[in-house]
């Protein structure tokens, strides 16, 4: 069954560090989401992407955190500098067609903790 | 802005029982309902989808109910079984992408 590949799976990092995490949806899928989940709450929107394009990043901090999804395939988040309310679990997904209520297949996820 | 509410932060229930979580919505009409399966330290997994024009949705022992006047929705496992323990996650559709509750943890004591 294909998978949403992410990496680091763990990743901790000192504040003021650069970190970047790296997600692979499954092929063909042309939307990617990436999402933050703090421990006990349900996962929030950070960017979506449909192909190399950006549909909403609305909740994205834009001023420490970046993303792109160059070609429209993998897709990387970045975070410079890291904060230490940024320590949560990343996670990235991808979906056939929302729009018609596929559901979207989420990766393990990358859990960050910055010290 | 809309509000998902996933009533019991856990539900401890006896194997062999039906489990029923709830998700309540207020200020929104999502056009679809899903619902997703997290285990500790994973992403969540997709396992059911329910549209508003929709009452009920059945997949093996799972069962989604979608209340668009109550702006509730409700998944039913039945027959529980202690490998069905994990975080249930209530998500509605929005304009391009899905706002999720906060989950409820269900724990199926053998």
């Known amino acids: 069954e294909a998978e949403v590949a992410q990496s680091p799976r763990y990743k901790i990092t000192e504040k003021s560090q650069a970190v970047a995490f790296w997600c692979d949806p499954i092929?063909?899928?042309?939307?990617l989401y990436w999402y933050r989940q703090i421990l006990g709450q349900g996962p929030e929107l950070l960017v979506q992407?449909?192909?190399?394009?950006?549909?909403?990043d609305s909740q994205l901090p834009k001023d420490r955190f970046s993303a792109e999804r160059l070609k429209g395939v993998d897709s990387t988040l970045k975070i410079q500098p890291a904060e230490l309310g940024d320590s949560a679990m990343y996670l990235c997904?991808?979906?056939?067609?929302?729009?018609?209520?596929?559901?979207?297949?989420f990766g393990s996820g990358t859990r960050l903790t910055v010290v | 802005s809309q509000k998902i509410e996933q009533n019991s932060e856990a539900l401890n229930i006896q194997e062999g029982k039906t489990a029923t979580l709830t998700c309540n919505y207020t200020?929104?009409?999502?056009?679809?309902l899903q619902w997703y399966r997290q285990d500790p330290g994973r992403g969540p997994v997709f396992l059911l989808l329910i549209r508003e024009n929709e009452k009920e949705k059945r997949k093996e022992r799972l069962k989604v109910t979608f209340d668009t006047t109550l702006k509730q929705s409700l998944f039913h496992i039945t027959a529980s079984q202690p490998a069905d323990s994990a975080t249930y996650l209530c998500a509605l559709s929005g304009a391009n992408n899905l706002f999720f509750g906060t989950g409820t943890r269900l724990t199926v004591i053998p």
């Open positions: 092929s063909g899928h042309a939307t």
């Open positions: 992407f449909q192909d190399e394009s950006v549909v909403d």
């Open positions: 200020n929104y009409s999502p056009a679809y």
């Open positions: 997904a991808s979906s056939l067609d929302v729009q018609r209520g596929y559901g979207y297949t």
